[in-house]
C-alpha cells in the first residue's frame, strides 16, 4: 500500500485516540486500519474487499466501478424490535421505543464486544454528515469489523479526513462501535445512547442497522441533539423546484416508506412543463434550523443514496437508474450469468436463469423472487444528473414548502393545505399509511408514522410533537404545510391519479401556493386547489370527475379517521401538546 492508503492513524485528537484506544482493548481487534477517505485507499480496500469475497465484481463494460454484496439471508433489513433508545429515564425514551437503562444495556453490548474482533481488522471511519463547514454539520466516528461498511460509509458520507478537520481539537463527536459478531439475530441490537451522543450496533451486517452516519446518527440521535439545539432532525427528501424564468423553491417532503420518496426527489416534470427543472438536494434525510432572516434552513446531512431498488426503472425513476450506473454496490439483487444485476421491475427482458439474492439457481419459473424485496443500491449522490449545486451549501437552503404524504386507498384528497404551523403540525402527526398484504396485521390496516419518524425519532414522540409546536417560536417566515396522496384508487381497484412525473402539477399548485399566485378553497381539511387551479391539460382520459372523486372529503370516512387517530394519540397522551387535541376537536366540528 502506498503512504496515501497505509491505514495509520490520521488525527491527534485527543479524545478521539482515547476513545479508540479503549475499543481496542475491549474488542482485540489483529489490526486498526484507519480510513483517510482518499481515492487510492478506496481502491486497494475494493480490491480487498474482492479478494475475500466480500464483494463481486461485476462487469465493467455494462457497470463500470460496481461491485455486488449478498448478505446473511437472517440480515436484510431493518430489526424495530432490536432497535433500543437508552436514556436514564424511560420517560424520555417514550411508549413507542424499545427502552433499557443505559447502565444495562452498556454491560450486556460490552460483553458482546469483548475480544469480538479477534483475528479481524478493526476499521476507524471518521465522517461528516453534513457540507464541510456548515453550522449545521456533525462528526461521528464509526470502529467497525466489515470491510463493506467501511467502503458503504464511504459512499453514504463525506468520510475520511475531511472529518477530523472538521472537528479539530473538540471532543463533541459521535462514537459509534459495529461488531457483526456470527450475524446472529439472538444477539442483534442497535442501541442509542442520546445522552452519551453514542451507538453500539451488534450482530448485524445490514446497511439501515450498522451504516451509523444514516438512520442511527441522522435521524434517532439527531432528534434528540434537535430538540436540545432548537433544530429539526427529520426523514424529509429536499428538492429543488425551477420555474422557466429562473425562480427557485425548496421543499422538504416526509413519506413512509413505499410511498415514492425517491422517485419525488428525482421527479422529471411531464412535456406540459416544458423548461421546468426538479434537482434533488436530498432523496431521504433533512436537517433543518431557523436563519437569521427567519426562514427555515435545510442541508441533507448524506452523500450517498441507499435505495431499494425492486421496482426502479426507467418509467418510475429514469434518473436513479442513470445514477446507478456507476461506482454503485447493490446487495441483495439477482445476479445474471454475465455479471450484471437484475430485479423484479428492471426494464428489459426477464433472465431465463441467474442466481437470486441468496446464491441459488433462479429461473422464471421459480416461486421466490429473485431479488429481496428489500435490495438496495449504495451510489454516491455526486452522480445523481438531477443534483443540485446548493447539495454541497453549507448554509441550506430556505424551504418554503413542508409535505407530508402517506399511501391511503381512499379517506384522503390528492392535495390540501394546513391553515396555519399548528395545524400543520397536527396533519404531518397523525399520518399513515394502508399496510400491504405481507405486513403484520395485513392488507388495508394503516399504520401511524407521524412525520414518517415513528421508528427514528430517538425520545418520547408526544415530546416531538411539542418541538415541532415550539419550533414556530424561532420562525418568523414558517414553511407552508401540504398532505399529499397519490394512491387514491376507483371503485374498481385502480389507482385515479396517474402518478409519476404527474405528481409536478400538484407540486406547481404548492409553489404557486407558497408565493401567493393561486386561489384556494377552504375545504374541512384545509385549503384545497380552486377550480381549474390545478393544470390537468395533458393527461389522458383524465376528466373533472376523476379530480371530483380525488379531493372528495367524506364525512363518515373522516369520522373513522378521527377515531383511528385516537390509538396513537390516546398511548401518548400524558406528552400530547393540548394544541393537537384541540386541532382535532376544530376538524370534527368543521366536519360536522
Not at 495509520?8 to 479503549?22: Q, S
Not at 456533525?138 to 470491510?147: A, I, R
Not at 387551479?533 to 371530483?548: C, H, T
Request: positive net charge.
Amino acid at each position: 500500500m502506498t503512504k496515501e492508503s497505509s491505514g495509520k492513524c490520521n488525527t491527534t485528537n485527543k479524545a478521539v485516540l482515547v476513545w479508540v484506544a479503549e475499543m481496542v482493548k475491549l474488542c482485540q481487534p489483529k489490526h486498526v486500519f484507519w480510513c483517510n477517505g482518499s481515492k487510492t485507499e478506496r481502491k486497494a480496500l475494493t480490491a480487498e474487499a474482492v479478494e475475500k469475497g466480500i464483494l463481486i465484481k461485476l462487469n465493467q463494460k455494462k457497470l463500470p466501478g460496481c461491485y455486488y454484496h449478498r448478505s446473511n439471508p437472517n440480515d436484510v433489513a431493518r430489526v424495530e424490535q432490536a432497535t433500543f433508545i437508552c436514556t436514564v429515564d424511560q420517560e424520555e425514551a417514550g411508549p413507542t421505543n424499545n427502552w433499557m437503562a443505559p447502565k444495562e444495556m452498556y454491560q450486556k453490548l460490552r460483553g458482546y464486544c469483548s475480544g469480538a474482533m479477534r483475528g479481524r481488522t478493526m476499521y476507524v471511519v471518521p465522517y461528516l454528515m453534513g457540507p464541510p463547514g456548515s453550522p449545521l454539520a456533525k462528526v461521528g466516528v464509526e470502529l467497525t469489523d466489515s470491510l463493506y461498511v467501511a467502503l458503504s460509509m464511504g459512499i453514504m458520507t463525506r468520510m475520511g479526513n475531511i472529518a477530523f478537520q472538521q472537528l479539530g481539537d473538540s471532543d463533541e463527536f459521535n462514537r459509534g462501535l459495529h461488531c457483526m459478531l456470527d450475524v446472529n439475530p439472538e444477539r442483534r441490537y442497535i442501541a442509542h445512547f442520546p445522552e452519551d451522543n453514542a451507538i453500539i450496533s451488534v450482530g448485524s451486517n445490514y446497511g439501515g442497522n450498522v451504516l451509523l452516519g444514516k438512520k442511527c446518527l441522522a435521524l434517532r440521535i439527531g432528534s434528540y441533539l434537535g430538540r436540545q439545539e432548537g433544530w429539526l432532525a427529520e426523514h424529509m427528501l429536499i428538492l429543488r423546484i425551477q420555474s422557466p424564468s429562473g425562480e427557485k423553491t425548496y421543499i422538504a417532503a416526509a413519506f413512509p416508506s413505499a410511498c415514492g420518496k425517491t422517485n419525488f426527489a428525482m421527479m422529471i416534470p411531464p412535456p406540459r412543463f416544458k423548461g421546468w427543472k426538479i434537482s434533488t438536494i436530498g432523496d431521504d434525510i433533512a436537517w433543518m434550523k431557523p436563519g437569521l432572516d427567519g426562514r427555515l434552513y435545510a442541508i441533507n446531512p448524506e452523500a450517498g443514496c441507499f435505495g431499494v431498488v425492486p421496482g426502479t426503472n426507467s418509467k418510475s425513476n429514469p434518473n436513479a437508474m442513470k445514477m446507478i450506473s456507476r461506482d454503485t454496490i447493490f446487495t441483495n439483487v439477482a445476479l445474471t450469468q454475465d455479471l450484471d444485476v437484475w430485479w423484479e421491475g428492471k426494464d428489459g427482458p426477464v433472465p431465463r436463469e441467474c442466481l437470486d439474492w441468496r446464491g441459488n439457481k433462479w429461473t422464471p419459473a421459480s416461486k421466490e423472487k429473485a431479488a429481496h424485496p428489500n435490495s438496495r443500491f449504495t451510489a454516491p449522490m455526486s452522480i445523481n444528473p438531477v443534483l443540485a449545486e446548493e447539495a454541497n451549501d453549507p448554509q441550506g437552503v430556505p424551504i418554503s414548502a413542508i409535505i407530508f404524504g402517506g399511501r391511503r386507498s381512499d379517506t384522503v384528497p390528492l392535495v390540501y393545505q394546513a391553515f396555519n404551523w399548528v395545524h400543520g403540525v397536527y396533519v404531518g402527526a397523525t399520518m399513515g399509511s394502508e399496510m400491504t398484504a405481507a405486513a403484520v396485521g395485513g392488507a388495508g390496516q394503516v399504520r401511524r408514522d407521524p412525520m414518517a419518524m415513528l421508528p427514528f425519532c430517538g425520545y418520547h414522540m408526544g415530546d416531538y410533537f411539542r418541538h415541532w409546536i415550539n419550533m414556530h417560536k424561532s420562525i418568523k417566515h414558517p414553511p407552508r404545510i401540504f398532505n399529499v396522496n397519490w394512491f387514491r384508487k376507483n371503485e374498481t381497484g385502480n389507482f385515479i391519479w396517474p402518478g409519476f412525473g404527474e405528481n409536478m402539477r400538484v407540486l406547481k399548485w404548492i409553489v404557486d401556493r407558497c408565493h401567493a399566485r393561486t386561489d384556494a378553497v377552504e375545504s374541512p381539511l384545509g385549503w384545497v386547489p380552486g377550480a381549474g387551479a390545478l393544470d390537468l391539460e395533458g393527461i389522458p382520459d383524465f376528466s373533472p370527475q376523476k379530480l371530483e372523486a380525488l379531493q372528495m372529503v367524506k364525512d363518515a370516512e373522516w369520522h373513522r379517521e378521527l377515531l383511528m387517530q385516537d390509538e396513537l394519540f390516546m398511548k401518548l397522551y400524558s406528552h400530547l401538546p393540548k394544541e393537537l387535541i384541540f386541532q382535532r376537536e376544530l376538524l370534527k366540528a368543521r366536519l360536522q
